[in-house]
Structure formats: C-alpha cells, structure tokens
C-alpha cells in the first residue's frame, strides 16, 4: 500500500512531542491490588435506574421525555444501511471517508435515538427496530473506519480484514454504546430472541475486550518516550473500553488488570500534555481529547467509590478550563491547527468537569453556553450514552448557575505558548508560538488571529474535510495547512516547514504591557537564509501593532507578509488596506514604500470551511519592494 496511507504525520505517535513529563499520576494513585479491593462489581456502581424502574426514568427524562420519544419514533421505519465493500475501499481509490462513515453514522443515530426513546417510554415499541440495529452491527466485519483500518491491520487496505478487529474511535463508540444497551435491554431482547443478545455479548468481547486485552494498538502509547506523541485519540478510546469492561466483565481479577492498563495508558495522554493546560489541538478537539479524558477519570473514580480519583491535580484544572478560557464570544473561539473557529463546548459535559475540579469558571462557562442557546436541552450526546445519561442526571443543577464568561485581561500558556489578549476598546487577539509537530499540525509557528467586538477579522481559516490526503505525506500540499495561508511571512519568499525542530525561541509575554513576542526563524528551513525574525505583537487602546524586526544571511527571494481576512478589502488608499465585516470596520496601515499590497480571493467549495467563513475569505500579501539583509516592518491594526 502506498506510504500516504500510513497516516504517520499526525494520529501516529511517531512525531516529536515537546510536552513529556513522566508523572504517572493514576499509576501512583492505584495499583491491580488496590482496584481488586476497590473496584465495585457487578455493575453496581451504575447509578441510572434500571430499565423497568419507570419512576425512576420518568424523573431522568423530566422535561425531555416526549423529544427523546419523537426521535425514536422518527427511527421506527428507518431502513438499516448496508456498508458496502466498495464503501470502505473508496477511501484507497479516491481519498473520500465519507461514502463509507455516512451510512455508518446513519445507522448508529438510528439506533442510538432507538434506545434512548424504549430506555424513556419503556413500552416496548422500539424493541424490535433495536434488534435490528443490533443485528445489522453484528453482521459488520468491523466496527473502525475506513479511514482507520489499514493502519493497524496487516493487509494495508481500507477494506476490513476478517481476520483480525481493531479498535478506533467509532469501534470504541459503537462497543461502548453495545455494553450500555446490553446492560440496560438485555432482559427485553431476551424475549425477542436469546440469540441476539448472546450474539452482541460474544461481539463485544471479540470486537473490543480481547484486542484491547491481546494487542497494542498505536493509541495505547505504553512504550511512550519524550518523543512520542499522544493525542484525543489516546483518552477517547481507552474510554470507551473502560467502559466496555466494567459493563460485561465481572470476573474481579480480569477486570482489575483491565483497568489497570487503561490506567497506564490514561497517563502517557495526562504526560504528554502541559502543565499550564493548553489543548495543542484546539477546542474542537478538547471535547475528545481533556474531554474524553475527564470521562474516563469520572468513570474510573464513579466504579471505584471514588477511591481511584485525580481531580485534585492541577494538571487536571488547567486543562478543563482550558475551553472556557478559548472562548471569544458569539460562537467563536480561538482555533489554531485543524480546530474550526466555530465551537464552544457541550455544556453538559463541561458543566460536571468544572464540578469535579472545583472549577467556578468552567461551572458558570457551561451556563452561558445552555442560557445561549436559548436554554435549548443538551442532553443527547448520541452514541456516547454515558454522556448523554450524565447531562440528564445533572441538568437541574447546571440551570442554576449563573452564566459568565472570563473576560480576563491577558491568558498566557507558557508552555504550550499560547497567548490571547483582549482590551476595552472590543479587540481581542490570540498568537502561538510552539513548534510545527503538534496535533493535528499546521505550519503556523507565530500566527494570530485578530477579533473586534467578537467578529474574526484577520483569521485562521481552520481546515477543510478530512480525506486520505489530510493525513499523508501530501497533508502540506493542502493550502490551509501551509504558513503563507496563515498571518505570517514568506521570508525569501520560502515557507515554513513541519517538524519537531522548527519552533519558536525568544519567546516573552509581558501581561503588563500586552507584549507577545517570539523569534519565527527558527520555523523556517535552511534555504530560508533567515538569521532571526523576531515578531512582536502590542495590543494597544486603538488596536494591534506588529512589528517585524529581521536579519538575514543572505537575499535570495522577496519577503511577504500574509494576513487572512474575513470581509470586504478596501484598497483604494496608498498604504491603507480596510476590512469590513458585519457592520465592524478596521484599517491596516503599512509603510507604501516598504510594500505593493496583492489581494487574493479564496473561494470556499469545501463545506466544513464554507460553513463557518462563507463561500470566500481573503489573503492580503504586502510584498517587500527591496531587497534588505535586515531591517524592521511595522503594521498598525486600527479600528475605523
């Protein structure tokens, strides 16, 4: 099979990680002796009513019921998908998961919906539509993607093996909700027929217990080094088997050993990550990667009586309050990688994070996202059936707090080397520095992004829909991926490049002053010829101000300043660009004889870009009209 289908840039753990701090804190909390005596057996650590205490559901479900009902209903004369061999082999012949993941993904909301109405009405109406979901899951070779599949299975091809199981994200998730709808429905499946459920418990032990138990999949990051990066996929997945083995294992010895790997592979995630909390991969991954994570922590320490619990840690605090901190307002939040600029969070789940922290901010954070949203239910978290039980059970605490949202001054992470900024004059910034290896990477060592009143202006585009070229060795062929679509310079007119090595150096934060600046240099290959570039970035009461202050080897092309603009460009002025967007008006002010400006439309046919920005955005390029070993570039940023 072709190398670009070994997905090594970015969901491998092969990449060099800046973050490794062996601190192990599950592994010292608890031991396969001390969860043999603390482990809570038989399932009666679950907390949810059983399915016949229909008291019990009627006040799980209060105010919600009848929309769970519907949505069922909706579901009774749903017609099961087949998923077609061709399906899976698309992704080989054209790069497109989507022709096997969307009739996929329509069966799962079809039996998750299914579930959830019999769990509320308990009548029994929807019984057979879920033995037939069941079935038609169980007649699947697997339960992984096809983007997924030739990854850890020995014949490199998207088409599923029968040979052997993987365990990815979807087959976590549909093995997690499986245990979830074995240990609520197995009774009343029973009186269909006894083959079914005998049938889907054997799948789920073939599917997830035993390849977890038997094999090491890159996820599990058990040999982590320094240089091994772990990502969402690292909590997400242990998650859903955790929650696969407290549900269906009940031999006490297997279950502890279970536990305990999930345990040692659960902190290779918490060691990867910062101190200071960041999520390297943006906010609309923390929901799957700090997110997931906390669902496991809550789950581990819900089946142990608390005993197995880390919510004390800082580490833990930092990275949940994380999300609320990334918020900009109406809808926006800072992205860099391949985060959307769109987001903000199920306020739900980070609702009960910021409870087990002790976090007031994440609490009220949760709040303003439910009042928001017009106090719309949040409940259903599709196919991940613990969240879904768990926003049910809490929602009347979360209507009862006070909705905030920070609006500190300055955030600094320090490690990560994050940086957002706001003043009273309605700007609010946000620049990185780090390195070109992270998560879900792009090459955007020292970009930013600027917001007035809450709209993008200068922006990160974010990325487009996934395809076997997102993650291959053609990922930065990809124009949102490439620096000279983010807000920096092509210095001799050469990009940067990804890599471990090619990061920021000089970095320094002056919360006082609302000074961020870091040296870009070091992100640029050698051909670049680039001694230092040191960028600074000063928000000021009228705006931002960058300066640009370089030194170069030796002159070899022409340097260009790149910023990505939503809205309209007005260029009619000499050394005045100005960009309006949604009644919000500013001004770039360059030196006209420093630089010709160029604008470029970026036409958006890409729906997962076209759906936050519309069906364009702009690149401004100031291109240098002299050629200069060193010198100093300055940008004014004004409101208008």
Known sequence: MKKFLLLTLLLACFAVAQAYEKRDLLQKKAGIPQLKSSLILNQK????????????????????????????????NYEWKVVKATDYLEFDRSGSRQIMEIPFTSNITALSDLVLAELAEGKGRFMDQIVNGIWNSCEMTSWALSAHISREQEVKTSLPSYKGNIIDLTAGDLGSFLSWTYYFLK??????????????????????????????????????????????????????????????????????????????????????NHNDG????????????????????????????????????????????????????????????????KGGGEPGMIFRYGKAVGSEEMQQFAAYLYERDGKVNHYNAGRDLFRTMENLKYQGELVRV???????????YPETEFCYMRNQSGFFMAAKGGYNAESHNHNDMGSFSLYLHETPMIIDAGVGTYTRQTFSEERYSIWTMQSNYHNLPM?????????????????????????????????????????????????????????????????????????????????????????EKN???????FSKVQFDPVVETVQLTDPRLSNVWGDQICRLSLNAKSKELSGVYRFKIQKM
């Not at 009644?583 to 002010?589: A, P, S, Y």
């Open 45 to 76: 650590w679950v907390s949810y009513p059983d399915y016949k205490d229909r008291n019990g559901w009627n006040q799980l479900t209060s105010g919600v019921k009848e929309e769970i009902i519907s949505k069922g209903e909706a579901a009774l």
């Open 187 to 272: 009774d009343e499946i029973d009186k269909i027929h006894p083959l079914v459920a005998e049938r889907l418990r054997e799948n789920i032990q073939v599917r997830i217990l035993d390849p977890f138990m038997n094999r090491t999949f890159w996820w599990m990051a058990v040999n982590a080094t320094p240089k091994t990066m772990v990502n969402n996929w690292n909590p997400w997945c242990n998650f859903n088997v955790l929650t696969c083995f407290l549900l269906l294992e009940n031999d006490p010895e297997k279950l502890a050993y279970a536990v305990f790997q999930s345990m040692i592979s659960v902190d290779q995630f918490i060691n990867y």
């Open 278 to 341: 960041a999520c390297e991969e943006g906010p609309s991954y923390w929901g799957h990667a700090a997110g997931k994570m906390y669902d496991y922590l809550q789950l581990l320490s819900t089946a142990t009586g608390g005993k197995v619990s880390i919510f004390d840690q800082p580490i833990i605090k930092n990275m949940g309050e994380y999300i609320a901190k990334s918020y900009v307002g109406k809808g926006w939040v800072v992205n860099f990688a391949d985060a959307s600029a």
């Open 402 to 412: 006070k909705p905030a949202v920070s609006q500190a001054a300055s955030t600094w």
């Open 491 to 579: 210095i001799n007119g050469i990009a940067q490049v990804a890599g471990a090595e090619y990061r920021s150096h000089n970095v320094m934060f002056d919360p006082a002053k609302l000074i961020f600046s870091l040296d870009l240099a070091g992100a640029y290959p050698a051909e670049a010829a680039v001694e230092k570039w040191q960028r600074t970035y000063k928000l000021e009461p009228q705006g931002l101000v960058i300066s640009d202050s370089f030194r170069l080897k030796k002159m070899i092309g022409s340097n260009q300043i790149n910023f990505l603009c939503w809205g309209k460009l007005d260029l009619s002025e000499p050394g005045v660009v100005v960009l």
């Open 583 to 589: 009644g919000e008006k500013l001004k770039l002010i």
